[in-house]
């Protein structure tokens, strides 16, 4: 049978048992399977943030970012309908059926300062910090609006998920610190 892969190579080999594996438990009510690749226990408890695993294992690249961050973090009133993702600007396009998915394009600097490491559902989720999403959601403004940003950069101040200096650091590295400046000193 292990013939049948047309290889003799033996990582290849070990792939395709696992995978046969991950089947036979599948059919068997072991596994249940939640995406392309992706199996949970039939019994786990599914968290809220369920969705933000969900995606860091189908593409481990990406950062959650903008108003999933902010959920994250727990400082914005808003409900995203869509995981916010943060890709390199030449980097393949996920596709998903579920859950939707946004993209933000950065590069540099801005793609990769930041990033924090969460542990959600037994995942490393990929997050960036408060302060950087608070710089992100300055830039992208004409994207999410400006009035999340300001009330992002509020709620985390207030709540002192970040300081000033922080904030200012990254919207230096987002090239957006003549734009964040005065709502800064506003608030």
């Given at each position: 049978?292990?013939?049948?892969?047309?290889?003799?190579?033996?990582?290849?080999?070990?792939?395709?048992?696992?995978?046969?594996?991950?089947?036979?438990?599948?059919?068997?009510?072991?596994?249940?399977?939640?995406?392309?690749?992706?199996?949970?226990?039939?019994?786990?408890?599914?968290?809220?943030?369920?969705?933000?695993?969900?995606?860091?294992?189908?593409?481990?690249?990406?950062?959650?970012?903008?108003?999933?961050?902010?959920?994250?973090?727990?400082?914005?009133?808003?409900?995203?309908?869509?995981?916010?993702?943060?890709?390199?600007?030449?980097?393949?396009?996920?596709?998903?059926?579920?859950?939707?998915?946004?993209?933000?394009?950065?590069?540099?600097?801005?793609?990769?300062?930041?990033?924090?490491?969460?542990?959600?559902?037994?995942?490393?989720?990929?997050?960036?910090s408060a302060a950087k999403t608070v710089a992100d959601c300055f830039k992208f403004?004409?994207?999410?609006?400006?009035?999340?940003?300001?009330?992002?950069?509020?709620?985390?101040?207030?709540?002192?998920?970040?300081?000033?200096?922080?904030?200012?650091?990254?919207?230096?590295?987002?090239?957006?610190?003549?734009?964040?400046?005065?709502?800064?000193?506003?608030?």
């Open positions: 049978m292990l013939a049948s892969t047309g290889s003799s190579d033996p990582a290849i080999l070990k792939r395709w048992a696992f995978r046969e594996y991950l089947l036979r438990l599948h059919r068997r009510g072991k596994l249940s399977r939640t995406g392309r690749g992706v199996y949970t226990l039939p019994d786990a408890a599914i968290t809220e943030r369920h969705s933000y695993a969900e995606v860091t294992k189908r593409f481990p690249g990406a950062v959650l970012c903008l108003l999933t961050a902010l959920a994250f973090h727990e400082i914005t009133t808003q409900n995203p309908s869509s995981i916010w993702i943060a890709l390199g600007k030449g980097a393949r396009t996920p596709a998903l059926e579920s859950p939707s998915l946004r993209i933000a394009r950065l590069s540099g600097p801005s793609l990769t300062e930041g990033i924090e490491t969460h542990r959600v559902e037994g995942v490393s989720v990929r997050v960036y403004r004409n994207k999410i609006g400006l009035d999340i940003a300001i009330e992002a950069l509020r709620d985390c101040l207030s709540q002192r998920k970040a300081s000033i200096n922080d904030i200012y650091r990254y919207a230096k590295i987002c090239r957006v610190s003549n734009v964040i400046r005065p709502y800064m000193e506003a608030i």
